[in-house]
């Protein structure tokens, strides 16, 4: 249900970015020279990194504890998450980039 919540949650992210007129995301600071700029680039994919991991390894050891999930359902969320969290960002980028 967490995973499912996530994806949705993102979703809806990526459908209020298409809706919004491209001066309001001008004036929040996203802007198409985030995606040219190396530096902005490279500090992006860091934190977004950081972020994964961290989040993949506490959503993890939350299944370890569980007595209701155990390690075979902890090791099921995590593949799962891991296949589905990046294609869902490229699938965010890419809805963000066109709507600007």
């Known amino acids: 249900i967490l995973v499912m919540a996530w994806i949705a949650l993102f979703l809806f992210a990526a459908l209020v970015l ?13 802007r198409k020279e985030i995606f040219s700029d190396g530096d902005i680039w490279c500090q992006n994919t860091v934190r977004f ?8 390894s506490v959503h993890f050891l939350r299944g ?8 075979t359902f902890a090791q099921n969320d995590q593949i799962l998450i ?9 699938l965010i980028w890419a809805a963000s ?3 600007l």
């Open 64 to 71: 370890l504890i569980s007595s209701r999930m155990g390690f």
């Open 18 to 30: 298409l809706n919004l007129p491209a001066a309001d995301l001008i004036m929040a600071g996203y």
């Open 49 to 56: 990194k950081g972020m994964f991991v961290f989040m993949v």
């Open 82 to 90: 891991l296949l589905e969290y990046p294609l869902l960002l490229v």
């Open 97 to 99: 980039l066109c709507s």
